[in-house]
C-alpha cells in the first residue's frame, strides 16, 4: 500500500486582510497567511508594521478594514504586549479567568491553570 502524504489542516487564514484606523493610518494592507496544524509562525518587522494588530485579528480581538481572517476548530491562546492582569486577583486568579469566562468547569480551568504557571514558573 501506497501511504499519501496529506498537509495538516489550516487553523488560521488572512485573506487579503487591511487594518485602518479612523485617523487614517493604516496598519496593514492586503496581507494573506495560512498558519497549518503543528506550524510555529512568527510574525517579524519593525516596530508600528502591524504585527500586534494582527496578532489581535488572528485571537478574534479586533476585526479587518476588508479582508477576512478565519479560525479553524481549536483555541488560540494570546499574550498581551502590555501587561493586562487585575492587581486584586492572584496569578492563579488571573490566569483561570479567561478559562472561566469561557464556560470551563471549575476543577479543569484550575488544573488547566496551574499547569501553565507551572511551565512558566
Not at 519593525?46 to 478574534?60: E, H, I, Q, W
Amino acid at each position: 500500500m501506497i501511504e499519501r502524504y496529506t498537509e495538516p489542516p489550516v487553523l488560521v487564514a488572512g485573506n487579503s486582510v487591511t487594518r485602518s484606523f479612523p485617523n487614517g493610518t493604516t496598519a496593514l494592507a492586503e496581507a494573506s497567511f495560512e498558519i497549518r496544524a503543528g506550524e510555529f509562525v512568527s510574525f517579524v518587522g519593525p516596530s508600528g508594521c502591524g504585527k500586534s494588530t494582527m496578532l489581535r485579528m488572528v485571537a478574534g480581538l479586533d476585526v479587518p478594514t476588508s479582508g477576512s481572517v478565519e479560525r479553524g476548530e481549536g483555541e488560540i491562546g494570546y499574550v498581551f504586549q502590555d501587561a493586562t492582569l487585575l492587581p486584586w486577583r492572584t496569578a492563579l486568579g488571573n490566569v483561570l479567568l479567561p478559562l472561566r469566562l469561557a464556560g470551563t468547569k471549575k476543577a479543569e480551568a484550575e488544573e488547566r491553570a496551574r499547569a501553565a504557571l507551572e511551565v512558566v514558573g
